[in-house]
């Protein structure tokens, strides 16, 4: 019998189901649970494996040997045997592609798939099809993807509730949900995989209250979830910070039993650590009989996203003083860990060995080390990273914008994006909220209303992060009606817009607008955070109400338990300053609980020379030059501090110790947008174009000299 019987495909249909699971729905970082049957191929062959191939076979025993060696992670021993062999069957392909598969070996698996699409006497099954569906994901073929989606429709396997899994799960790796959505609403019939693959497609896409609206429509379906539902509804949970609907959930795993499956257990640690609850994460921790690799990456990266990055790096070592070997998702969460530290010796040495063990390509870790570089400030080291990726997500292309955003270098944010959309995956929120912040920055505003109106006409206006980007562009481009209409016109009330409009009217000195609007938060529902106590303090400071200020920065612990960051402490040590109380300044300094850096002592110094505090200047600026001997900025201060009290001596002995120094102070410059062009002046620089003609001009007017506007105006050549 060369074939299975119709009762044999029956019995295989279970199995089939839960392979699809595995491929289609569940979580990546609950599939490492799975690692241990891929084994390095040097591992020896058993004898009884032999890929000689008779040229009478039996085709059920063949396929037992071969998908033998495919699951002892003898790939290589496989595929020899597989291309010897005189006759293959559908089962026997699929067991190769599969095998292709499960060692991330995408484009081989889909050109195993094309051969057999093509190969006479075969035909593609749904469970085929939808291991093809699989590979289109992870390789990123998106045109392949569709391609089968249209032979879907034409053979009817679209209607086969797994197939159509499948489908939906590719559509929502590559970022598009409406797709995804669209193929799961046509199913003719849906069953737990299929529900599970939509809720995990919406809580990945970022889509979490929808993912939780999905899990309802289930529910009233009468569809019964398991374990892999619930552990990516907590994931919804975690980033939703819906710490009661995540206790529900809790009780829902108690219930049905699942509470001790190591992913639920993995995803109900985290929710319970990125709401807040950290004592009941580190509880749930500790009490797993077996802490796999998933449980450490997950103690680790709540550590990162809470703060706590020394405690990541710890968890980190201790995780390998247990022998637990790290994986590509671990790896991650510690390289972003010294993201938040700025440790650039401990990210490179992360880098040098990622690359030594072969996952510096998987993209989790490429995005996390871009994202490291660029917090340390070596932007060009992010973007070599960035151009040395074999593939890249939607993520890697968000990330590499946002670095040179947050770099300042507006130009290339809006080359990166321009490439991303001719040939990347379509721009999320993300990416335009990255270059309207630096059209904020750079008070770039035309190029600021091109975004806005392209974000309208794609929808995603409406977007809480593009909403905050827009209120922020407009605020630091001097239009505060402009950011108020985008504010009026949410239709969603978020603490992230109602945060960007406080500081937009904080920075604009608006302070009876800014603390009316904190006022109305609790009216509407929502709780301020730490940055909203920022533009409130900022917008007291400006505004010199330094009582106020202090009202509000001890009502952020008494009545909202926010323990105030080093950026708060700075708010206040400013509105000190600016209200002259430098000797209270100093002392909260001092006593402040973070590390006291130059951004703090040089507030502190230039509020000396404005209060002419020679005595406080003297102090702050050793502190200083403590820390940097050779800033120009500081000597410069000080030397003007004593000129502005006429004392010359001293004046003159720090700028002669400039010079035995050879401190130079750093040019100025600044910008101007003509015609749709941006030029940079810097000071004495006369290298750019018409910088000669400039300078000209500026001689002739410095010179005073009496002339016509006749004259004058036939000295000024303007090119159109």
Known sequence: MLFPTSSDRNMLLPIRINNLRKLCTVPNIALIENRDILVSQTTPINSSLKTHVPNHINMPEVNYRLKHLVKTGHLHEARQMFDRMPQRDEISWTT?????????????????????????????????????????????????????????????????????SALLDMYTKFGEIEQGIKVFDEMPIKNVVSWTAIITGLVHGGFYKKGLVYLSEMRKSGVGYDSYTLAIVLKACAYLG????????????????????????????????????????????????????????????????LGEEKNAIEAFIRMQEAGMSPNEFTFAAVISG???????????????????????????????????????????????????????????????????????????????????????????????????????NMAILEQGRQVHAHVLSIGLEQEAMIQSALINMYSKCGCIKEAERVFNEAENNDIVSWTAMINGYAEHGYIHETIGLFKMLSKVGLKPDSVTFIGLLTACSHAGLANLGFHYFNLMSSEYQISPSKEHYGC??????????????????????????????????????????????RRTAEKLL???????????????????????????????????????????WSWIKVKDRVSAFVAGERSYPEGEDIYGMLDLLASRVDISVQELGSLIVLED
Request: proline share 2%; charged share 20%; with cysteine.
């Open 96 to 164: 190769m592609i599969s095998g292709y598969v499960n060692a991330k070996n995408s484009k081989e698996a889909l050109l195993l798939f094309s051969k057999m699409w093509v190969s006479p006497g075969l035909s593609v099954d749904p469970f085929s099809l939808s291991i093809a569906l699989k590979v289109c994901a992870l390789d990123f073929n998106l045109n392949y993807g569709e391609s089968l989606h249209g032979h879907l429709v034409k053979s009817g396997f679209v209607n086969s509730v797994f197939v159509g």
């Open 242 to 305: 819906a710490l009661n609907f995540g206790r529900e959930i809790h009780t829902h795993t108690i219930k049905r039993g699942f509470n001790d499956t190591s992913f639920v257990a993995n995803s109900l640690s985290t929710m319970y650590n990125k709401c807040g609850k950290l004592d009941y994460g580190l509880r749930l921790f500790e009490k797993m009989s077996t802490r796999d690799v998933v449980s450490w990456t997950s103690i680790i990266t709540s550590y990162v996203q």
């Open 338 to 440: 010294c993201s938040g530290l700025v440790r650039i010796s401990w990210g490179k040495q992360l880098h040098a060995h990622v690359l030594r063990i072969g996952l510096a390509d998987f993209l989790s870790v490429a995005n996390s080390l871009m994202t490291m570089y660029s917090k340390c400030g070596q932007i060009s080291s992010a973007s070599m990273v960035f151009h040395g990726m074999t593939r890249r997500d939607i993520i890697s292309w968000s990330a590499i914008i946002a670095v040179y955003s947050q770099g300042g270098c507006g130009e290339e944010a809006f080359e990166y994006l321009s490439w991303m959309r001719k040939e990347g995956p379509k721009p999320t929120q993300f990416a335009f909220a990255s270059v309207l912040s630096v059209c904020g």
């Open 572 to 617: 206040m040590i400013d509105l000190l300053c600016r209200a002259g109380r430098l000797t209270e300044a100093e002392h909260m300094i001092k006593s402040m609980p973070f590390h006291r850096d130059d951004v703090v002592w040089s507030t502190l110094l230039r509020a000396c020379r404005v209060h002419g505090d020679v005595d406080c200047g």
């Open 626 to 668: 403590e820390m940097d001997p050779n800033c120009a900025g500081t000597h410069i201060t000080l030397a003007n501090i004593y000129s502005a009290k006429g004392k010359w001596r001293e004046a003159a002995d720090v700028r002669k110790m400039m010079r035995s120094k050879g401190v130079i102070k750093e040019p100025g």
